[in-house]
Nanobody
């Protein structure tokens, strides 16, 4: 059973930055497809950024140029660097792992962008 633990959320002013981390427990992390999702109140969960085992990345149009996903396979951790944050980035952010046909979710971390 894979466990994912997110951290790094909080309250930040518009234009500020946050770095989210997701620590994974699975031994197959280095080949796992990792993704950050977010869900704002009253909205559907949406994919924000993805990274493959060999480091290929993809981003939602709404965050391109502002967010960067990365991973450290030795630490079994994936990161989401969020810059130039906007109020519309406010959401619960979830880490997701897809490996050998199975999907795992973290518990989520709240990000609030407000002045």
């Amino acid at each position: 059973q894979v466990q994912l633990v997110e951290s790094g959320g909080g309250l930040v002013q518009p234009g500020g930055s946050l770095r989210l981390s997701c620590a994974a427990s699975g031994s197959l992390f280095s080949i796992a497809f990792m993704r950050w999702y977010r869900q704002a109140p009253g909205k559907q969960r949406e994919s924000v950024a993805t990274i493959t085992g060999d480091g290929n990345t993809n981003y939602a149009d709404s965050v391109k140029g502002r967010f960067t996903i990365s991973r450290d396979n030795a630490k079994r951790t994936v990161y989401l660097q969020m810059n130039s944050l906007k109020p519309e980035d406010t959401a619960v952010y979830y880490c997701n792992e897809l490996v050998v046909g199975r999907t795992y979710w973290g518990q989520g971390t709240q990000v609030t962008v407000s002045s």
